[in-house]
Structure formats: C-alpha cells, structure tokens
C-alpha cells in the first residue's frame, strides 16, 4: 500500500514547458483566468472573516453597476485609472518602469493649481486649456527626473522614481499647509477653491466630467500610435529585443525620455483634472493611490491601451466595491487595495501560460531499475 | 545620559530596520534574484509581529510571528518568480501593493490599541558604564542580532562554501547548474532568509521604534533598503555602514524639526528619500565600484533544461 502511494507520488509531475510560440488564446484568457482567481480567493477571504461570500462578492463587484449613480461613481474613478495606465502600459512595453506616477500625479496638480491660486482673477477658456497644459508639463517634466539620472548617471529609474513620490507628497503638503493655504480656510490645511473657468465643465447630474473624455481620447490615440505608427513599432522592439533595436538603429536613451515625458505627462494631466474636477482644490491627499492601481490596470490591460480602458473600469469598480462593502458589511476598506494586489498577482501567475503550456510528465524510473531497486 | 549619547541610541534604532531588511535583499540579489517586494514583506511582518504580541503579550512571540510571515510572503514571490517564470520586478511590485493592502485588512482591528516593546538588554554593571554603557550593553535585542546577521552574512559569502555556491548561481545560473548545483533551490533559500530578515525589519518597527500598529508604518524603508543595497555595491561592510549613514539622515531631520529650526517640516521629512537618490547617483556614477560586485545574473529567470 505504501510502496503504491509513493509510486503514484512519485510518477508524474506538473511541469512548466515552454510553448513554440507565444499563445494567442491565453494572452486573452489569461487576464479573465486571473479575475475569476481573484474572485473566488476573494470569496474565500471573505468566508475566512465571517461574513457571506456571495453577498459580499455580490455587493463589491455587481452592486457597483446596479445604479446610473454608482456607474457614474465608476467612471469617475477610472477616468485617471486610465489616463495613467495607458502611459504606463507604453512605458512597460518599453521595458521602461516609471513606478513614480503617484509622485507625477501631485505635481502635474501642483504646476496646474498655479494658475487659479495665483492668477485667480483671470478667468477665461483659456485659463482652463493653460491649466491643463501646464498639469501635463509639470507631469513631464518631474517624471524627467528619473529618465535623466537612468540616461546620464545609470541610476536604476524603479528606485529613484518611487523616491520621488515621498518627495511629491511632502511638496503637497508643504504648499496646503504654507504658501497656499486658503487664508479665509479657517486654518484647514487647504487651497482656496476653485471657481468658474478653473473647473472643468461637468455633465448630468455634476459629477460626470470633460477629463473622462481626455481619458478615452488619450487611450485611442495611443492605441494607434502603437498600432500603426513607426514610433509604436519602435517601442515594442526596443522593450522585447533591445539589442535588435540597438542594431535598428533605434536610441535606448530616447526611448527612456520618451516613455517618461509621455507616461508622466499623463499622469500630471490626471492629476490636475481631479483637483480641477472632482476635487474642485487643493488638498494633502488628492489621490486614492491612482499612481500605484495604474500599473495594475496597465497589465491587467495587457499593456495595450484599448485593454487598459477595461482594465480601468474593473478597477474602478474595486474601489466603489469596497465603499460599499465598508458601509454594509463593516469590512475595512483596505480590502480595495488587496483586491487589487491579489488580481496583480495572478495575473502575472497566469502569464506564464502564454509563453508556458503545463505538461503532467512522467517521472517513473526505467522499470527494470526499479525492479532491481526494490 | 548626555545629548550625544541619546542622539545616537536614536540613530541606531533608526538604521537597525534598515540594515536588517537591507541584509537578507542583499544575499537575495547575491544568488541573482531582485526581489522588489521589500516593503511588503516588511509591513506583513510589522503587522503580524504587533498581532501576535497584542495577543499573547510576548515580543518574542511577535518576533517570531514577524518572521515567519516575511518568510511565507517571500516564498509567495518565490513561487511566481522561481517556479512559474513571471517578470520578477513586476511580481515584487506585486508583492509590495498586496503586503500593504494585506497588512491593512488584518491590522484594521489593531489601530490604536497599546503595543508590546521588545525590553532592552540590561547586563549588570556593563550596562550602566558611563558613555558607552547604554550605548554598546544595553540595546535592544535586535540591534545585536542586526550585527551578527551582517558578520554572518560577510562571513558566510567569502569564506564558506555555500557562499560560493549562492555568488556562482549569482553570477552564471547556467555554469552552476552544469557544475550540478540546484540553481532554483539556491534561489529559494535565499529569498526565504531574505523574507525573514524583513520580517525581522517589520516587527523591529512595530515592536520596538513605535510599539503599535500605523497603517504603512513602513514608510518606505523597504525601497530605501533596496537602494542601500545597491549603494553597498553588494558588499555587507558598506552595507552596514550606509544604513547607519541613512540612520543618521533620517534622526537628523526628526531632531531638526524637534528644536524648531526655521526649516519647513516637510523638507527635513524629505532628507532620506533625497539623500537616497543623492546616494544611488554617487555610486552609479563611479562604474568601476559599481559594476565590479554586481551579479551577472541578476534579475534573470532561470528554467533548467530537462
């Protein structure tokens, strides 16, 4: 009986092989596989605390959608999901890893606050489109940082940009609480709000606004430039063969320039559109981790922008999600944010069946061996 | 006790976390494997460390519960990295965002509550020497156990065996496995010492630095660990040196805020996540340091040919 057990142990095993080719079907499959993963270990998680798989289940990931009000909630939330995971899904693409969007995020908010806390009187259409732009440069421009001292000094850009977040924060926090600090605020450590021109024009019921638009159009646009442009080509040889690249004559550094300035310049613009938008100021916390969920939603998209806009409102959803699992069921909401790392997770496990097949093999030693063996 | 005798017992609880997270990444990467998930490993350890001493009322209890779950965390990214071949700076970004938001969700009952301090060592008569007696026979345990884990780890890599073996499949994962050295196991050994001295970091936090449970509590010293074990240039002397360096950086801005200098808050609280970079510039900028330690391997899956 025991000599029967071992044999069966010991006969086949689960092995990794590695697949001709890269698999089509899984590289769609994957992501759904990686879902319903993180579905039913959630499920689990929930049962484990005592409460109702399916009605917890039921309220974080269906609830969500129920009501034209939640649905809007939803998009509110994925439009910067979006704008920034699309930045970063190029980046990745790259092989360049701008983790610093968070950092990118506040002082594209910043250089865009400039115009209504300091030059509060001019309100024109105008002042809507400079807001916006400078959001995007201040975006560009400290996400250039990273992209500098990788190129010039060969500091790794995970490392330096991830800093830079500590330091975006801290630079937020110093501005609301000094300099521009609402003196009329009662000493709230906030800027003074934003009015007319300095916010962006809203839909519906006011809470639907013109950055979800910026968001789309961004993810089309990028969707494009990779799909049938030369600079997209050039980005998807550079980050899958560097040395074929190198041989193409295409410039590693410019790459890593290029995917900088693009990915933080959206995230600084995703920034300025929840201060000039949802927000409607200044404040030391002006985002619920955006920066950091965005590189969730860039591989959960696949790292292809039209992929990215789904991902983002799957996201989305897992923030609404867990308010209301909050509210209803007294779970903390910091199940939002392991959600969201657990879906990570398994969707790089189940990556690895696109380039790997799973094989049971056997491992049974030659029979006369054994015989001789036992 | 005198001014500077405080400002450095100060320094050195501030540096120990660091130097113990900083130890196990910097064997990890010495067998060739980048493990981005520092910060994760760190504050499961910090928050299961404080849970297990809230409810048995041991700091040693918490110590062990702190290690063992950096250790389960680390294999965790050990299984995704070594066994299913995933991109191994996604899978510690991985790790990181699902440590905080793990930790979060088990720590959500232990906000506020009264922590347990791990007691200082207390050696009669050395302990109360003057100017050194604190200072050298009367830390933390911890602190002494950071030390030795540094000797043991500088010790273990150039004059043992299974130093060599961890630098070769460090170097060249293909040559060692021919040489018939088990590459993956190697792997992940390290990254389970790696796993377990972050825990260590984590419950050093919540159990001696601050007694109680914060949220995030880690604030980032696991990346800044990972950039010292760059700035190291994988070398554990350096290493323990720049973590009392950064030690110092971080105590100087808290003691600057403290006697109300005219600076703002906020940009003494940024001098570690500065002199990080200023750090990981300094030593990139000089090739020659930088690149001679490096394992050739790091980073790279390694899938045995069958």
Not at chain 1, 109 to 122: F, K, R, S
Not at chain 1, 301 to 327: K, M, T, W
Not at chain 2, 117 to 132: F, G, H, M, Q, T
Request: contains cysteine.
């Amino acid at each position: 009986m025991n000599k029967l057990r071992k044999q069966l142990e010991l006969n086949v095993q689960l092995i990794l092989e590695k697949r001709p080719q890269s698999s089509g079907l899984m590289n769609l499959f994957s992501p759904l596989l990686a879902i319903v993963l993180t579905i039913v270990v959630g499920g689990l998680i929930f049962a484990a605390m005592g409460k109702p798989p399916l009605t917890a289940l039921y309220l974080y990931f269906i609830d969500p959608l129920t009501s034209w009000w939640s649905v809007e909630e939803v998009l509110v939330k994925a439009g910067p999901l979006v704008l920034i995971g699309v930045g970063l899904a190029v980046c990745f693409k790259a092989n360049v890893w701008n983790i610093g969007a968070e950092g990118q995020l506040t002082v594209g908010a910043l250089m865009g606050a400039i115009i209504p806390i300091l030059w509060g009187e001019w309100q024109s259409p105008f002042a809507l489109v400079a807001m916006l732009c400078l959001g995007a440069l201040g975006g560009a421009l400290f996400a250039l940082i990273p992209a500098w001292l990788k190129t010039h000094f060969g500091v790794n850009e995970i490392l330096t940009s991830l800093m830079l977040v500590y330091i975006a924060q801290l630079l937020l926090d110093w501005f609301v609480r000094g300099p521009w600090k609402d003196p009329n605020g009662y000493n709230f450590p906030k800027s003074v709000s934003f009015e007319g021109w300095h916010l962006l024009p809203m839909w519906g019921d006011g809470r639907m606004h013109f950055g979800l638009l910026v968001s789309l159009v961004a993810a089309l646009v990028l969707f494009w430039i990779m799909r049938h442009t030369l600079k997209g080509f050039e980005i998807n040889v550079v980050g899958s063969a560097p040395r074929a690249g190198a041989f193409a004559g295409f410039s590693q550094t410019k790459m890593v320039w290029f995917c900088f300035a693009l990915s933080g310049g959206l995230a600084g613009l995703a920034g300025l559109i929840e201060v000039a938008g949802p927000i409607g100021q200044l404040q030391p916390q002006i985002s619920p981790n955006y920066g950091f969920t965005a590189i969730i939603v860039a591989f959960l998209g696949r790292l292809n922008p039209l992929g990215v806009i789904f991902a983002g409102i799957l996201l989305a959803i897992s923030y609404i999600g867990g308010e209301g699992i909050q509210i209803e069921l007294g779970i903390s909401s910091k199940i939002t944010q392991m959600f969201q790392g657990m879906l990570l997770f398994f969707i790089l496990m189940c990556d690895t069946l696109i380039l790997y097949r799973l094989k049971w093999i056997s491992t049974k030693p030659n029979q006369s061996t054994t015989g001789h063996a036992s | 006790m005198s001014p500077y005798e405080a400002i450095l017992l100060t320094i050195i609880t501030a540096s120990t976390p660091l130097l113990l997270a900083a130890i196990g990444e910097l064997v990890v990467e010495r067998s060739g494997v980048l493990n981005l998930g520092i910060e994760g490993m760190m504050v499961m350890g910090a928050v299961c460390g404080f849970a297990a001493a809230h409810v048995t009322g041991s700091a040693w209890l918490g110590v062990i519960a702190a290690t063992f779950a950096g250790i389960a965390t680390s294999l965790l990214f050990g299984l995704l990295t070594q066994t299913l071949m995933t991109n191994q700076v996604a899978t510690g970004l991985a790790i990181t965002l699902l440590g905080l938001g793990l930790s979060g969700l088990i720590g959500s009952g232990f906000v506020g509550l009264p922590g347990v301090k791990l007691a200082n060592v207390s050696i009669p008569w050395l302990s109360d020497l003057p100017y050194v007696g604190r200072l050298i026979f009367g830390q933390d345990p911890l602190v002494y156990v950071s030390i030795a884990l540094t000797a043991a780890v500088a010790y273990t890599l150039n004059h043992t065996r299974m130093g060599l073996i961890i630098r070769a499949v460090g170097q060249n994962h293909a040559s060692a496995h021919a040489l018939g050295y088990r590459v993956v196991a190697v792997r992940y050994a390290c990254i389970a010492f790696g796993g377990a001295t972050s825990g260590l970091a984590g419950a050093y936090l919540s159990l001696v630095y601050t007694p109680q449970w914060i949220e995030n509590m880690t604030a980032g010293r696991g990346w800044i660990a990972l950039a010292l074990v760059v700035f190291s240039t994988w070398l554990p002397g350096r290493l323990a040196a720049g973590a009392y360096l950064f030690g110092g950086v971080w105590i100087l801005g808290l003691y600057a805020q403290g006697m109300g200098v005219g600076i703002p808050s906020q940009l003494l609280s940024s001098l570690p996540y500065v002199a990080t970079i200023l750090a990981l510039v300094i030593i990139s900028t000089n090739r020659r340091l930088s690149l001679i330690n490096t394992p050739a391997s790091l980073g790279q899956g390694f899938v045995p040919d069958r």
